[in-house]
């Protein structure tokens, strides 16, 4: 699944910086608010993550693909990648002209920390988990259907469903979004990734408390895990299979894919040929891990059934039967959306059904990523080149984006080795346009990818990208797209921005005199910050806040300290009940903001929050609130009784920090009636 803010199996997607947020969402929320030897030999060191291979000089026919030049490009960089990032292992398959290249395997599948014996990784046998690479075989299975006359696209997901959808706006939902991440969903993370203890029902985890529908669909790209998981149960509904058997039979064994399955557990004839998932080699394998809707992310499969499915997806003889007719294939594999509906978000990277398109040195590429909590993968295949790559690796390694880095390496690395760039086309956009387009585009900007219906909306404080005009009327992207590092960006076509130095494309969106929104992704796109939602006025509001509140807290036995040593009567009794009760506001509001941050670092590691106790944060949460109300009646008494400026000024400053936490609260959803996240 794609990781989250990147999510799992079904995470957010790969390629995408997938973070360790816990301990990130902790400190925003607080101040505001994962050494292998390795199973091939060393040649040359491999470079930097995330440098990819040269291209071939001068953008010429690059090396010949053949299992001899490929295996030696691998073998050259992954182990020393491995053994540098303290990732434990990692499969690799690679396809071209209807054939399987090379599949190579690289570290282990089990390091031996555990006891027993270290396994090398075997691409043959050694199954990794897909994650999100888990789409494309349930985006293959819905266009069977659709080829056989079963779904239609474009009517109403509802006509195959026996659930009712949330629904915010009249237009309805089809398979074309589902697959497409265009529905309009919000995130979802309870659920998503469990252990061997985990029980899978599928109607049930979709039907729960689905998520808020919070985008017109057709219109923002927003990955959702739910939208896939939704097709593929529809999958099951209009076929009468259980889904994880519709697709064995009509997916994964007509394409030659016998060790690979949906099942989970898995079978007993496949659980020892799994991989160990770690987060470094260093540490102790993790369970395996089940996902809670199986459709978006719970594949299994090794390196070479891999190899079978992307040959299946190019079209070329593969297994018993072809997964799908070329009409149909070709439909899967062409941008599902126009600017009918995404205006000129069209003209920028744009899904398939299934597909993200990531293109690179002119040739077209479709591919997907995937993240588990310890897998991370990338299948890329080249349709009018007739060739594909596929890589899973089974740790995080020790640094927060070395899974990313690393598969960006490979993937980047292969195009540039294999089919290196032409000369790029240069601007069609005049400089005075450009001037205007790019004041238009500045400022502060959010993931779609988002929570907005409960408490979780306050995440969003996290990650957010500020664009501002620099030099020339280019574009500074901090942090720049899929990255954590700036990026500049320059105007190529009319609301099309290409980054300097780099091929990543953008494209955005204007009304109202202001750029709405940013797609930089097939399935991604940054939306305008609002004012009152932006971190310039939350982060201090919440923060002084906060401090404010703590050092009244500490105050209270401090100044009972004081008053007995200095002999100083008790503060009379009037105003008595105001002070107790803005008292219990102080504290009500220090220990939900408490409660907040340890119930989100527990649920971006996806380990659930029992419900009651979130209720009980937002009783802490809301006494808080009604506490605005006797702190304002402790100012006033403290006022009319001419209590001495420094008590006035104490009981101004509680009540300020009372209504800013109170504010906080409810502009970033503490307070709202849903808690399922």
Same mark, same amino acid.
């Given at each position: 699944?794609?990781?989250?803010?990147?999510?799992?199996?079904?995470?957010?997607?790969?390629?995408?910086?997938?973070?360790?947020?816990?301990?990130?969402?902790?400190?925003?929320?607080?101040?505001?608010?994962?050494?292998?030897?390795?199973?091939?030999?060393?040649?040359?060191?491999?470079?930097?993550?995330?440098?990819?291979?040269?291209?071939?000089?001068?953008?010429?026919?690059?090396?010949?693909?053949?299992?001899?030049?490929?295996?030696?490009?691998?073998?050259?960089?992954?182990?020393?990648?491995?053994?540098?990032?303290?990732?434990? +292992?990692?499969?690799?398959?690679?396809?071209?002209?209807?054939? *399987?290249?090379?599949?190579?395997?690289?570290?282990?599948?089990?390091?031996?920390?555990?006891?027993?014996?270290?396994?090398?990784?075997?691409?043959?046998?050694?199954?990794?988990?897909?994650?999100?690479?888990?789409?494309?075989?349930?985006?293959?299975?819905? =266009?069977?259907?659709?080829?056989?006359?079963? #779904?239609?696209?474009?009517?109403?997901?509802?006509?195959?469903?026996?659930?009712? &959808?949330?629904?915010?706006?009249?237009?309805?939902?089809?398979?074309?979004?589902?697959?497409?991440?265009?529905? +309009?969903? %919000?995130?979802?993370?309870?659920?998503?990734?469990?252990?061997?203890?985990?029980?899978?029902?599928?109607?049930?985890?979709?039907?729960?408390?689905?998520?808020?529908?919070?985008?017109?669909?057709?219109?923002?790209?927003?990955?959702?895990?739910?939208?896939?998981?939704?097709?593929?149960? *529809?999958? %099951?509904?209009?076929?009468?299979?259980?889904? /994880?058997?519709?697709?064995?039979?009509?997916?994964?064994?007509?394409?030659?894919?016998?060790?690979?399955?949906?099942?989970?557990?898995?079978?007993?004839?496949?659980?020892?040929?799994?991989?160990?998932?770690?987060?470094?080699?260093?540490?102790?394998?993790?369970?395996?891990?089940?996902?809670?809707?199986?459709?978006?992310?719970?594949?299994?499969?090794?390196?070479?059934?891999?190899?079978?499915?992307?040959?299946?997806?190019?079209?070329?003889?593969?297994?018993?039967?072809?997964?799908?007719?070329?009409?149909?294939?070709?439909?899967?594999?062409?941008?599902?959306?126009?600017?009918?509906? #995404?205006?000129?978000?069209?003209?920028?990277?744009?899904?398939?059904? +299934?597909?993200?398109?990531?293109?690179?040195?002119?040739?077209?590429?479709?591919?997907?990523?995937?993240?588990?909590?310890?897998?991370?993968?990338?299948?890329?295949?080249?349709?009018?080149?007739?060739?594909?790559?596929?890589?899973?690796?089974?740790?995080?390694?020790?640094?927060?984006?070395?899974?990313?880095?690393?598969?960006?390496?490979?993937?980047?690395?292969?195009?540039?080795?294999?089919?290196?760039?032409?000369?790029?086309?240069?601007?069609?956009?005049?400089?005075?346009?450009?001037?205007?387009?790019?004041?238009? !585009?500045?400022?502060?900007?959010?993931?779609?990818?988002? *929570?907005?219906?409960?408490?979780?909306?306050?995440?969003?404080?996290?990650?957010?990208?500020?664009?501002?005009?620099?030099?020339?009327?280019?574009?500074?992207?901090?942090?720049?797209?899929?990255?954590?590092?700036?990026?500049?960006?320059?105007?190529?076509?009319?609301?099309?921005?290409?980054?300097?130095?780099?091929?990543?494309?953008?494209?955005?969106?204007?009304?109202?005199?202001?750029?709405?929104?940013?797609?930089?992704?097939?399935?991604?796109?940054? &939306?305008?910050? /609002?004012?009152?939602?932006?971190?310039?006025?939350?982060?201090?509001?919440? !923060?002084?806040?906060?401090?404010?509140?703590?050092?009244?807290?500490?105050?209270?036995?401090?100044?009972?300290?004081?008053?007995?040593?200095? +002999?100083?009567?008790?503060?009379d009794r009037a105003g008595r009940t105001a002070r107790i009760l803005s008292r219990l506001a102080v504290a009500g509001t220090l220990l939900a903001f408490a409660g907040w941050v340890l119930s989100i670092i527990t649920i971006m590691s996806l380990q659930d929050v029992p419900g009651a106790l979130l209720r009980t944060i937002q009783v802490l949460?809301?006494?808080?609130?009604?506490?605005? =109300?006797?702190?304002?009646?402790?100012?006033?008494?403290?006022?009319?009784?001419h209590v001495g400026w420094r008590r006035i000024a104490g009981s101004g400053l509680i009540l300020l920090a009372l209504v800013g936490a109170g504010w906080f609260a409810v502009e970033f959803q503490?307070?709202?009636?849903? *808690?399922?996240?």
């Amino acid at each position: 699944m794609r990781s989250l803010p990147r999510p799992a199996a079904g995470s957010p997607r790969s390629g995408r910086p997938s973070v360790r947020l816990g301990a990130v969402v902790a400190a925003t929320v607080v101040i505001a608010v994962s050494t292998a030897g390795c199973g091939a030999p060393q040649h040359n060191p491999a470079p930097p993550i995330g440098a990819p291979a040269a291209p071939a000089a001068g953008g010429g026919a690059g090396s010949a693909l053949t299992d001899t030049d490929v295996n030696a490009w691998l073998d050259g960089l992954l182990p020393a990648a491995l053994d540098r990032t303290g990732i434990a +292992g990692a499969t690799v398959a690679v396809v071209h002209d209807g054939k *399987i290249v090379t599949t190579r395997g690289y570290g282990y599948a089990d390091t031996g920390a555990d006891g027993d014996p270290a396994v090398p990784v075997d691409p043959d046998r050694h199954l990794f988990r897909m994650g999100s690479v888990s789409k494309l075989v349930t985006a293959t299975a819905v =266009l069977q259907l659709v080829q056989s006359g079963k #779904l239609d696209l474009d009517a109403d997901v509802e006509t195959y469903l026996d659930f009712d &959808l949330p629904r915010n706006y009249e237009r309805a939902v089809t398979l074309r979004h589902l697959l497409t991440h265009t529905a +309009g969903f %919000e995130e979802r993370i309870a659920g998503l990734i469990g252990t061997d203890d985990a029980t899978v029902d599928l109607r049930k985890a979709l039907a729960t408390e689905p998520p808020e529908q919070i985008y017109e669909p057709g219109t923002v790209p927003a990955y959702s895990n739910y939208s896939n998981a939704l097709a593929g149960y *529809i999958v %099951e509904r209009v076929s009468g299979t259980r889904f /994880e058997e519709y697709v064995q039979r009509n997916v994964l064994d007509r394409a030659g894919m016998p060790s690979s399955t949906f099942e989970q557990p898995l079978p007993a004839a496949l659980r020892d040929r799994m991989s160990n998932g770690y987060d470094t080699s260093a540490g102790p394998a993790a369970p395996f891990e089940i996902v809670g809707t199986p459709p978006p992310g719970a594949l299994s499969a090794p390196a070479t059934d891999m190899a079978r499915f992307m040959i299946a997806q190019l079209g070329e003889p593969v297994g018993f039967a072809p997964l799908l007719d070329k009409p149909t294939r070709d439909l899967m594999q062409r941008p599902a959306l126009d600017s009918t509906s #995404l205006g000129t978000l069209a003209d920028g990277p744009r899904m398939t059904l +299934g597909f993200f398109t990531e293109d690179r040195n002119g040739h077209r590429i479709l591919g997907h990523g995937g993240d588990t909590k310890y897998f991370h993968s990338h299948l890329q295949i080249y349709p009018d080149d007739r060739a594909g790559i596929f890589l899973s690796l089974n740790s995080n390694g020790s640094g927060a984006l070395d899974s990313q880095e690393l598969r960006e390496s490979i993937v980047n690395g292969f195009a540039d080795r294999y089919f290196p760039a032409g000369d790029q086309a240069g601007t069609t956009v005049d400089g005075a346009t450009t001037a205007t387009h790019a004041a238009l !585009a500045a400022g502060t900007y959010e993931s779609s990818r988002a *929570i907005r219906s409960n408490f979780l909306t306050a995440i969003g404080l996290v990650g957010r990208t500020t664009v501002s005009v620099t030099d020339g009327n280019r574009l500074l992207m901090v942090p720049g797209p899929l990255s954590d590092s700036p990026a500049h960006y320059e105007e190529v076509a009319p609301w099309v921005w290409r980054e300097v130095g780099g091929q990543r494309t953008i494209a955005m969106r204007a009304s109202d005199d202001r750029v709405e929104a940013i797609s930089f992704d097939s399935a991604f796109t940054l &939306l305008r910050v /609002e004012p009152t939602r932006a971190s310039a006025l939350a982060v201090p509001v919440l !923060a002084v806040s906060t401090v404010m509140l703590l050092l009244t807290v500490l105050s209270w036995p401090v100044g009972a300290i004081v008053r007995r040593r200095l +002999g100083r009567a008790p503060r009379d009794r009037a105003g008595r009940t105001a002070r107790i009760l803005s008292r219990l506001a102080v504290a009500g509001t220090l220990l939900a903001f408490a409660g907040w941050v340890l119930s989100i670092i527990t649920i971006m590691s996806l380990q659930d929050v029992p419900g009651a106790l979130l209720r009980t944060i937002q009783v802490l949460q809301l006494i808080g609130l009604l506490g605005v =109300l006797p702190a304002t009646v402790r100012l006033v008494d403290d006022v009319r009784h001419h209590v001495g400026w420094r008590r006035i000024a104490g009981s101004g400053l509680i009540l300020l920090a009372l209504v800013g936490a109170g504010w906080f609260a409810v502009e970033f959803q503490l307070l709202a009636p849903s *808690i399922s996240y």
